[in-house]
């Protein structure tokens, strides 16, 4: 079987490479042994990118070493031979005989090394990337991991998230996040350790090291209003006054700074040594490196799906649906809705983050019928009717895309269950529209039976 490929053009796509030893004997593939043949290091392609890694990583210096650490990783976990040649099964080396291999090279660069070989292989190969990163996180590496990053912080961030989610080094990796004061993006942020975490949407809870928030008597009720007041109005350079507006809007005279700064008191003693509510220059803010709030993270995904296209290839289309499915995962329902409390601030932030919910459900349906991906339509209009289950447009929408599979029933289902939430709830029935899209499936349905 021809296995041995050549690495030249323009990207270090190693992911394609490994992707032709598939369906090879057992014999060919070991989960430590990378298929992958020498690398072309004058090729254009191969030397910008470790470039672009050694600049990111602030390691200009290391270039061309960098590059030649590389070549020898790849040629120490390959197999000898000629393009075309059948290959002859190999015994795959050891961790120990792999860094054995680069030991002339310093440990910054070393490691370098192994994060490039790992970030490359990350989408296309991620067994063999975690396995990199394992290497990397080894005790030998840690001086140098703690002294700087060795590698641009977006893909650090990426290979950091798939250390946690696999449960490798997850006490280091925390430490490093800190250190260093990495931030994912916004679609990765659900899964990133921060010190701090408030959900608002739907239900309110605040979780300081992934624990809930303790109180030994009765609830701080005032303290956690001045916290919601803050993320309400921006959590950036929040004015005092506004916050003292919100929360005692009926109190007159007094020293209304001293019962503030009270309450700001025993909210940060709430929050623990985390230094998350600053007060400068007389504004407040909440850290944003160490405080995640779900409000903030949906608004910054959806903004980037608001401002988007329509994606034109299976790639951007991936993409749309992994940040369209968290931010639907982040919206589980609108603003302080648990907490029962319609004081005005409250509903102006609740109507504003709802209306952005709404346009997102709109913009991601319509996309996705254009795309002709009907079921993942389905899917976010249905999440969407289970925040809001009031909307009829999204039934009828929900409807129409049943229709557009065939699914007769499922549309007389949905009718119904549109239906019956109006009558009950509002007193009304179903539009004249929405009753057009129930006739035509009616006569759907009648005449595949009567065929």
């Known amino acids: 079987m021809k296995v041995r490929t ?7 796509e190693i992911h394609k490479l490994l992707a032709a030893t598939r369906g090879a004997p057992r014999e060919h593939v070991d989960a430590q042994v990378f298929q992958v043949a020498c690398v072309d290091i004058n090729s254009d392609g191969f030397l910008a990118q470790v470039r672009a890694w050694a600049h ?8 061309s070493q960098l590059v030649l650490c590389v070549q020898v990783l790849l040629q120490s976990r390959t197999m000898p031979g000629v393009a075309g040649e059948l290959l002859s099964p190999v015994d795959p080396i050891s961790d120990t005989q ?5 030991a002339a090279f310093a440990e910054e660069v070393q490691l370098s090394a192994l994060l490039f070989l790992a970030d490359a292989l990350r989408k296309g190969q991620p067994a063999d990337a975690l396995h990199l990163v394992r290497i990397a996180l080894d005790d030998r590496f840690a001086p140098v991991l703690s002294c700087k990053l060795p590698g641009p912080a977006p893909a650090m961030v990426g290979l950091f998230l798939m250390a946690l989610q696999a449960g490798v080094e997850s006490g280091r990796v925390k430490e490093l996040i800190r ?6 993006d916004a679609a990765d942020s659900l899964n990133w350790p921060w010190p701090v975490r408030i959900h608002t949407l739907g239900r309110f809870s605040v979780l300081c090291d992934n624990e809930p928030l303790e109180f030994s008597s009765k609830s701080p009720r005032k303290a956690l209003e ?3 007041s803050l993320i309400a109005n921006g959590g950036r350079e929040v004015s005092p006054l506004l916050i003292i507006r919100n929360l005692w809007p009926d109190e007159a005279g007094g020293d209304m700074k001293n019962l503030f700064d009270n309450t700001l008191h025993r909210l940060r003693k709430l929050m623990g040594p985390v230094e998350v509510i600053k007060l400068r220059n007389g504004k407040l803010t909440l850290d ?4 995640w709030v779900d409000a903030w993270a949906f608004q910054r995904l959806t903004g980037a799906i608001l401002t988007a296209g329509t994606p034109t290839d299976a790639t951007q289309i991936v993409a749309l649906q992994r940040d369209a499915m968290a931010a639907l995962r982040l919206y589980s329902g609108h603003f302080l ?19 952005r919910y709404l346009r997102m459900v709109w913009a991601l349906g319509t996309r996705f019928e254009q795309l002709g991906q009907w079921h993942l339509s389905i899917e976010i209009y249905e999440r969407a009717l289970e925040v809001d289950n009031l909307i009829e447009s999204l039934y009828r929408q929900l409807m129409l ?15 119904r269950r549109c239906r019956e939430l109006l009558s009950i709830v509002l007193g009304l029935a179903p539009s004249e529209r929405t009753e057009t899209i129930r006739q035509a499936s009616l006569r759907a349905d009648r005449g595949r039976t009567t065929v």
């Open 226 to 228: 001045l916290l919601q």
């Open 288 to 291: 944003p490196a160490t405080c």
């Open 401 to 415: 895309c049943h229709q557009q599979l065939g699914e007769h029933a499922e549309v007389l289902r949905v009718y």
């Open 98 to 102: 792999l860094l054995g291999r680069v």
């Open 56 to 63: 990111g990583a602030g390691a200009q210096a290391s270039e």
């Open 6 to 12: 050549f690495l030249s053009g323009d990207g270090l």
């Open 179 to 184: 250190l260093h004061r990495l931030s994912p």
């Open 337 to 355: 809705q648990s907490e029962g409390d319609d004081s005005p601030w409250v509903l102006a932030y609740r109507d504003r983050v709802k209306s």
